[in-house]
Structure formats: structure tokens, C-alpha cells
């Protein structure tokens, strides 16, 4: 993986997603959990894309437009910075008449088998 690689991920919002569906307002408009799922799917799908399992640490983002189901949305998740297995990534999401969502997102490259050993040893 190089820095400046980007992934993009296509995605038309659901009705399972809006505010009000999950839990996080009380409009039928897309939610900021959904979208930051969207962002996180396009930067895992980067470094899968190159063979490593990560796990999210960190995410600021603005959620600045709202949408409604239907929408067709555009997430690209931008490698700015790799510091050993840190990744940081720039994640930009849109739909037809521009950004609704950004912000900075940060993975972990893990062994995916340690990792759930971990967590699972002595249950």
C-alpha cells in the first residue's frame, strides 16, 4: 500500500438506514452511524485489497448534508499516512450534488486470528 491510494465504494442509502430506523434521531434521513459505516467499508476495503485484516481505532468526521432513501452515494477512503501498522485514512462521502460527509479515519493492521484469540481466550 502507497500513500494517495484510494478505494470507492458505491452505495444507494436504504430505508434500514435512516435516524430514525436506527436509533440516532427521529427523521427518515440517512444516519451518521450508517454513514460511518460507509466510510469505514471503504477504507477496510483498501487494505483488504492489498491482504491485511485491520480493525477501526478512530474516526472525526462531519456529517454535512442530509439525504433520503434512494440517494446513490460515492464513499472514497484515501491512504494519507502509514506509520507501521497505523493507517490513516482521508474518507469523503457524496451523492449528485456533492459532499455530505468527511472526515479522518484511522485503522490498525492486526493478525486477525491472534486478535480473536485474545479476545476469546478463558470464555
Known sequence: MEKGE???VRHAVSETETADKVGSGGLPVYSTPSMTALMERAAFGLAKEHGYDTVGTR??????RACLPGT???CTAELSEIDGR????RVTVSDAEGVIGEGE???FIIDAGKFMDRL????
Do not use: A, P, V
Open 105 to 107: 479515519h484511522e485503522r
Open 6 to 8: 484510494r478505494h470507492t
Open 120 to 123: 476469546t481466550k478463558g470464555k
Open 59 to 64: 474516526l472525526e468526521i462531519s456529517h454535512l
Open 86 to 89: 497505523r493507517l490513516s485514512f
Open 72 to 74: 446513490s452515494l460515492t
